[in-house]
């Protein structure tokens, strides 16, 4: 099992970002895929996910209308949309696979994700 993320970099305030996760090595639709950052001194937070059932999306509050959570089966390819970025989302961010198989809605907490990409710094900066 393999995610890798792709895509970040430094945009200025109002700018936007694709993030993209490669994943391999297991059954892409069968999984939810969650989001998560980390800041400078702050623990690592969900940001977004989408399921695996229906591919419903689901977003931190302080995200909601500005990040865009989607996949695309047939490239086994997950994706971040970021728009309107704020220097307050600053972090290295991760994609990662939900552990439970079918599961319904997502999960948000990190115990809930067994694999990991290796993270992908964004610095919204000007």
């Known amino acids: 099992v393999s995610l890798e993320e792709s895509g970040g970099g430094l945009v200025q305030p109002g700018g936007s970002l694709r993030l993209s996760c490669a994943v391999s090595g297991f059954r892409f639709v069968n999984f939810a895929i969650g989001w998560f950052r980390e800041a400078p001194g702050r623990a690592r937070e969900w940001v977004s996910c989408?399921?695996?059932?229906?591919?419903?999306?689901f977003y931190a509050d302080s995200m909601e209308g500005r990040f865009t959570a989607s996949r695309d089966i047939a490239k086994n390819m997950a994706y971040l949309q970021m728009s309107n970025l704020k220097p307050e989302d600053t972090a290295v961010y991760y994609c990662?696979?939900?552990?439970?198989?079918w599961g319904t809605g997502c999960q948000h907490g990190r115990s809930r994700y067994d694999y990991w990409g290796q993270g992908i710094q964004v610095t919204v900066s000007s």
């Open positions: 989408i399921s695996s059932h229906e591919e419903k999306t």
């Open positions: 990662a696979r939900e552990a439970t198989e």
